[in-house]
């Protein structure tokens, strides 16, 4: 059964707050070589969270667009705002709302794959639409073999105010428990896919696969050994 992710103080603290700023550096630079600026300057950064790829981007010249559902991420985002950035509370399944186009998307830190399947393609659909010719978008998701290779559930203490983690894959999502003890239980679940599975739902919605990856090394293709792709998609 799908649960129904809403996000808060506890997921962005658990998930994203223990990142390492070296490990944010990396990132960065993988995007900046994916999408040089003098070709991909207008970004929109979906599911933005509090800004950690939006503000580093903007600094080196990109016009970034983040938007996001959490009010708390983008009250943090915009206060940390540099001139070339800007953030929107605004529903990823509502793209076809915003009035502009860009020249390139991301979508990082395993922002996609929230919903189900009609709608994640849905949502890729639709990021397409906002781009402009020749436009890309890198997308940081799961790999489902990872998870696939794992012996049953897993059970981690969290860095942040030692919260356990429950981590469970059921067919092809992976299921989270957080035990917050003050706040309660709380469930998150993601699609998660194999490398096939994403390059097939790509070229469903009409991109093509300029790169799949693996650790933001354009050199390591898409492995079992690690959790994590990014995957380059072009428009034609």
Not at 31 to 43: H, K
Not at 77 to 96: E, I, K, N
Request: net charge neutral.
């Amino acid at each position: 059964m799908q649960v129904i992710n809403d996000t808060s103080q506890t997921w962005y603290s658990t998930f994203l707050g223990a990142i390492p700023p070296s490990q944010t550096l990396v990132e960065i630079e993988f995007l900046r070589a994916q999408l040089p600026r003098r070709q991909f300057r207008d970004v929109l950064d979906i599911g933005c969270g509090s800004g950690r790829h939006s503000r580093f981007l903007s600094s080196y010249g990109y016009d970034v667009l983040g938007i996001d559902t959490d009010a708390a991420a983008i009250r943090v985002a915009r206060q940390f705002t540099h001139s070339g950035a800007r953030y929107l509370r605004h529903d990823m399944r509502d793209l076809d709302r915003l009035s502009e186009s860009f020249d390139a998307a991301v979508c990082m830190s395993q922002s996609f794959g929230f919903f189900d399947d009609a709608t994640n393609a849905g949502v890729l659909a639709a990021v397409k639409r906002r781009l402009r010719p020749h436009g890309r978008v890198v997308i940081d998701v799961y790999n489902r073999d990872f998870f696939a290779a794992g012996e049953g559930e897993k059970l981690r203490i969290g860095d942040d105010n030692a919260i356990p983690q429950m981590s469970r894959l059921v067919d092809n999502r992976l299921l989270v428990t957080l035990d917050t003890r003050g706040q309660g239980v709380q469930n998150f679940d993601w699609r998660v896919y194999s490398p096939g599975e994403f390059r097939a739902l790509a070229e469903g919605a009409g991109f093509s696969v300029a790169l799949a990856c693996t650790q933001f090394n354009a050199a390591m293709p898409p492995s079992a050994a690690s959790p994590r792709m990014q995957f380059v998609l072009a428009v034609g």
